[in-house]
């Protein structure tokens, strides 16, 4: 293989992570408006627990009006809070993923 078309490869595989890289930035401003739906897992490919705290919230919303639904809030608050340490780790675990499959 010669030296351009290393280049050229190399060049493709690059314009492809920027394309699909998932940014910290539009991740936590997912969170911050739509974090109690799980919109910031569902945007950095956590679609299992995004779908988690979609339920609950959905669940709880139905069963406040018997107040067993504020134990789903809570629940929803404390991971929402702890998804604030989160965040950069799960961005930068999806983007080191995407330039491993970029490289093969």
């Not at 280049?7 to 493709?12: E, L, Q």
């Not at 940014?23 to 299992?48: D, E, N, V």
Request: no cysteine; aromatic share 14%.
């Amino acid at each position: 293989m010669s030296d351009e078309d290393r280049s050229d490869r190399s060049a493709k595989a690059m314009m492809r992570y920027d394309a699909n890289k998932k940014s910290t930035l539009i991740a936590y401003l997912l969170w911050i408006f739509l974090g109690y739906l799980g919109a910031h897992r569902f945007y950095l490919k956590h679609a299992g627990s995004g779908a988690a705290m979609l339920v609950i919230w959905i669940v709880s919303v139905l069963l406040t009006f018997v107040y067993v639904g504020l134990l789903g809030f809570l629940v929803i608050g404390v991971w929402w809070i702890v998804d604030a340490f989160l965040i950069p780790g799960m961005a930068s675990d999806y983007n080191n993923r995407l330039i491993n499959a970029l490289a093969i």
